[in-house]
Structure formats: structure tokens, C-alpha cells
């Protein structure tokens, strides 16, 4: 059953729109509900189109000759009015795949060359807050060297770039603001024997 009637485009932004839908609920009745998007037009919207192309990247890079740092990002942001750890993420521009957007991303992020490893199904878009948005993100992993630096950063952008071990993943998990996705896999990491990437196997 098609619960959405119409759909109205009520910003118009470069990065992300708010839309109007014209919806029905389980029982059949009228709701206006709202979608924070990545869409550039009604017609791209995800509940429209259908399409579940990724609209950005997430990366889970691995650092260190004993693999056994992994990167992770300090940036401020203006909804929370603070800093919080991320993964280097960014978006996937036109005509790229998620693996040219993840190299990209990384090192204008963060200076680090990024080698990405095979991910399979674990790579495929995945959604991110889908009370809010229809955004999804494909999570790409890999292994990250060279010497952090935010020369390629955008104004706009306030990022440290952390390399952090167990040590320190326990530490900011117990006392700092963490996005959800880097909190869940760093405590894979910190449960994680040898290449923390080993769980992907042959990707298959």
C-alpha cells in the first residue's frame, strides 16, 4: 500500500532539504509528515524513486603496522552546539562509486591515504536516522597510512583527526559525545583479536 499522496519541497538548500509529505497512517488516516533529505527534487526522494543508492560514505579505517589503531575524527557540530567523534564520512559526488568517494573523503578529512578492502554486503547502503531523513550511507573499510594533517579541510570544516588504540576507543566511550556507528564498531574493535578488519573474510 502507497501511504504517501504527495510530497512538497519546502527548502531550497544546497546540502539538505526539508520536504512535506502527504501521508496516510496504518488505519488510513491523513498525517503530514516531515523528511530532512539529501534529494535535490521530489522525484529523487527515496520514497518516491525507490532507489537505495548511497548518498554518502562512511569509512572504518584501520592504522599502524599492528593494525592496531583505528581512525576516527573529533568535529564540531552546530546541532549539538559541541565536538563529537565520528568516522571520516563524507558525501558520494556524481558519477563516483563509494570506493573513489571513501579515498577522497579520507584524505581531505584527514591526509591519510586510504586502501580500501573488499567489504561485500557489509558495503551496500545503509540508512541512518529514518525517523528524520531517507539519508543512507554505505560504509566502506580499509587500511589508512601516512601522516595526519587538515590542510585539505573546507573552511566550514573543524576536524582532529585521532588514531586512536583500545586504550583511548575505551576512554571516549566512556566520557565523550560518539556518533552511533563509530561507538557500535569500536567496540567490535575493542573486543577485536589481530586485523579488526578480519570479520569481513573474503567479503562474499
Known amino acids: 500500500m502507497n501511504r504517501i499522496k504527495g ?24 498525517i503530514t509528515y516531515y523528511v530532512a533529505s539529501r534529494a535535490k527534487s521530489v522525484d529523487a526522494l527515496k520514497a518516491v524513486e525507490g532507489h537505495r543508492r548511497a548518498d554518502g560514505v562512511i569509512m572504518y579505517g584501520v592504522y599502524g603496522e599492528n593494525r592496531d589503531r583505528i581512525v576516527l575524527i573529533r568535529q564540531y557540530r552546530y546541532p549539538l552546539g559541541d ?11 556524481a558519477g563516483e562509486d563509494v570506493r573513489e568517494g571513501a579515498v577522497r573523503e579520507m584524505f581531505e578529512e584527514t591526509g ?3 586502501v580500501p578492502r573488499e567489504g561485500g554486503d557489509f558495503e551496500r547502503p545503509f540508512f541512518t536516522t ?20 587538515n590542510a585539505n579541510q573546507e573552511a566550514a570544516e ?9 586504550a583511548e576507543c575505551r576512554r571516549i566511550l566512556k566520557e565523550e559525545n560518539v556518533a ?15 586485523d579488526p578488519l578480519d570479520f569481513l573474510g573474503n567479503a562474499e
Do not use: W
Open 7 to 30: 510530497v512538497k519541497r519546502l527548502t531550497e538548500n544546497r546540502f539538505l532539504n526539508l520536504y512535506e509529505l502527504d501521508a496516510r497512517q496504518r488505519d488510513g488516516k491523513a
Open 83 to 93: 565536538y563529537i567523534y565520528e568516522f571520516p564520512a563524507g558525501l558520494v559526488e
Open 112 to 114: 591519510l591515504t586510504f
Open 130 to 149: 529514518v525517523g528524520m531523513t531517507d539519508e543512507s550511507c554505505a560504509m566502506v573499510f580499509g587500511y589508512c597510512e601516512g601522516t595526519p594533517t
Open 158 to 166: 573543524d576536524i582532529q583527526v585521532v588514531l586512536a588504540d583500545k
Open 180 to 194: 552511533i556507528m563509530p561507538a557500535y564498531m569500536m567496540m567490535h574493535f575493542l573486543n577485536s583479536q589481530g
